[in-house]
């Protein structure tokens, strides 16, 4: 073959052959390329996650051992958060201080000041009106009362009424300030009498029943229930509307909106309603007896009782006494304050041992409320503060009077 025919031969065998197109190559090489990286991808990714599932469980199981610290725990508890002596009826109850010690507590700042007596000169009412009560004490002129205003500035005012004393004694009833702060009712023999604050006016509202002993006002500041051992009436101010309610062998225990009251097997929460009280809650708590009114702040009662058995808390000369939050829903824990005895003190080597401080029967008795968490109560001679969220208990004042009605002012 000649030299000059291998070329147009080689041209013609080729001519029969595919082309090949470039473009599509490149674009499928592209696309092998990028299946390989989604899949190197997806590998690394799940075996990132298995390693930090590995991790996590090696930390929670051996902990500090790898070097790695947990988070701190969130506090479940306010500050100063004392902890619970036990529990009683499943309630969880703290142990009130030491008869004795009150002089030592840390102390609540409020107009009283650290000691609540009778003021030696107070102003005219008329003179220096009062737009928000703080507390109310009664000062004796021979056979009558007059009212003693202690407003939230710290300031005393004297009302120009005389009130009579009543089958107890003086006519001052826990329950006297309204929540309003400018309205004290007083129990007088058949009638009720309520001093307005900021006008040192005075109103006299008969009742049918002459022996009445307290008075508890309703939300409005229009209305309160005047209640004597064999009747309750509701008797509204503006009108002088007077309804007859159904009544309680306790005279204390006709307050609103709620009541603690029953002893034994029957005690109970009641909620007043216009018909009188309903059973709202069933408590299962060893009560001997009641002492002072109920006061509520939004759902939780609060009042004392004298305990009937208290295995929880030994005494030997006298009965614990419990001041009892109790309340209305469930979101919301009850919780009880007891106050026992004060044990007796070691014997000197010569001489006989200090007996027990005995807490005396009505010694205590629920005042009110100073926030929505903090139950005011008197024990003895001190007015004290129980904060139901930290179980903490503090002095508010030294009281030097015999009876003493607490006001919305005593917040200042």
């Not at 737009?131 to 021979?142: E, F, K, M, P, Y």
């Not at 002459?210 to 508890?216: A, K, M, P, T």
């Not at 002088?240 to 929460?269: F, H, K, M």
């Not at 044990?343 to 005042?367: D, F, I, K, Q, Y």
Request: hydrophobic share 45%.
């Amino acid at each position: 073959m000649r030299r000059e025919d291998v070329a147009p031969l080689l041209q013609q065998a080729a001519d029969g052959l595919p082309e090949p197109d470039l473009a599509d190559a490149a674009w499928a090489g592209g696309l092998s390329i990028r299946r390989r990286r989604r899949r190197t991808q997806v590998i690394v990714a799940v075996l990132v996650v298995l390693v930090l599932a590995v991790a996590g469980a090696l930390v929670a199981v051996k902990g500090p051992s790898f070097g790695l610290k947990p988070p701190d725990d969130v506090p479940t508890h306010p500050p100063g958060f004392v902890p619970p002596a036990g529990q009683i009826a499943g309630m969880d109850f703290w142990i009130a201080p030491q008869a004795g010690s009150e002089a030592w507590l840390n102390r609540m700042v409020t107009p009283m000041g650290g000691e609540l007596d009778y003021p030696d000169d107070p102003e005219p009412l008329a003179e220096k009106p009062v737009d928000d009560i703080a507390a109310v004490v009664l000062s004796r002129n021979g056979d009558k009362f007059r009212p003693l205003l202690l407003a939230s500035t710290a300031r005393w005012s004297e009302a120009d009424v005389d009130l009579v004393p009543i089958v107890t004694g003086a006519p001052l009833s826990t329950g006297a300030v309204a929540p309003s702060g400018r309205l004290v009712a007083f129990p007088q023999p058949g009638a009720v009498v309520v001093l307005d604050s900021t006008r040192a006016t005075v109103q006299r509202i008969p009742v049918p029943d002459r022996d009445l002993r307290s008075v508890s006002w309703l939300g409005d500041s229009e209305r309160l229930l005047v209640s004597g051992p064999r009747s309750t009436y509701r008797v509204s101010v503006t009108g002088q509307e007077i309804v007859a309610v159904q009544p309680s062998v306790d005279p204390d225990a006709g307050t609103a909106p709620y009541r603690l009251d029953g002893v034994a097997t029957q005690v109970a929460l009641m909620r007043y309603t216009r018909r009188g009280w309903m059973a709202d809650t069933p408590v299962q708590l060893p009560v001997q007896s009641w002492s002072g009114q109920t006061f509520t702040n939004g759902n939780v009662a609060a009042r004392v009782f004298v305990a009937d058995v208290l295995p929880q808390v030994q005494t030997v000369a006298s009965r614990p006494q419990v001041v009892a939050a109790i309340s209305a829903v469930d979101s919301r824990p009850s919780r009880l304050l007891v106050m026992g005895e004060t044990p007796p003190a070691t014997p000197p080597p010569t001489g006989p041992p200090t007996p027990a401080a005995v807490r005396e029967r009505g010694c205590c008795a629920v005042l009110g409320w100073y926030d929505s968490e903090t139950v005011l109560f008197r024990a003895a001679d001190w007015l004290l503060a129980w904060n139901l969220e930290t179980g903490q208990v503090r002095r508010v004042a030294e009281l030097k009077v015999p009876a003493v009605a607490i006001g919305p002012g005593l917040r200042g």
